[in-house]
């Protein structure tokens, strides 16, 4: 669970108008943060990652069949799992200074995937998604989205039921 969420993070904010542009957000800006704190002032943070994984979320559905899977879509019993790992822990999961920039979320995904993947651009179907929680699976998802961040182009892995 901690690997999906990392790379939610990552790819989040990878994914955001100032780093790649795959969808029209800034949540991770400096200037975000301080529109944010007056409303959510204890959850800041977590209010960014909402936002940035909507987002996200909305950008896999339009170019994805529905029905698919994504590290954005996933079953309901797993997103609540996630909210409620997000929820209790979110100053240990996410460390600000992996997003400075694009080159060091870069290497903070790279670093998460420890895998390898060719390159892909479009849909790529990587597997079932009851094969979600392998590592080699979350290892391919992340290498498929660290290839096509660095490189400029799209490339949204998805699983199928």
Not at 12 to 25: A, R, V
Not at 115 to 127: C, K, R, S, W, Y
């Amino acid at each position: 669970m901690r690997r999906i969420i990392a790379l939610r993070y990552l790819v989040g904010f990878l994914g955001e108008k100032s780093q790649c542009n795959w969808w029209p957000t800034s949540f991770y800006e400096t200037s975000s943060i301080r529109f944010l704190e007056p409303v959510f002032s204890r959850t800041a943070p977590l209010a960014q990652y909402h936002g940035a994984v909507e987002a996200a979320r909305r950008f896999h559905d339009e170019n994805l069949s529905v029905g698919s899977f994504h590290i954005f879509r996933l079953p309901e019993e797993i997103e609540q799992d996630l909210h409620e790992m997000v929820q209790a822990q979110l100053l240990e999961l996410f460390d600000p200074g992996l997003i400075v920039d694009r080159a060091s979320a870069l290497n903070a995904l790279s670093k998460v995937s420890n895998g390898a993947a060719g390159e892909a651009v479009g849909p790529v179907l990587v597997g079932k998604i009851d094969e979600l929680r392998a590592s080699a699976l979350l290892d391919k998802i992340g290498a498929i989205y660290q290839i096509a961040l660095s490189s400029d182009t799209h490339a949204l892995p998805y699983l199928v039921a």
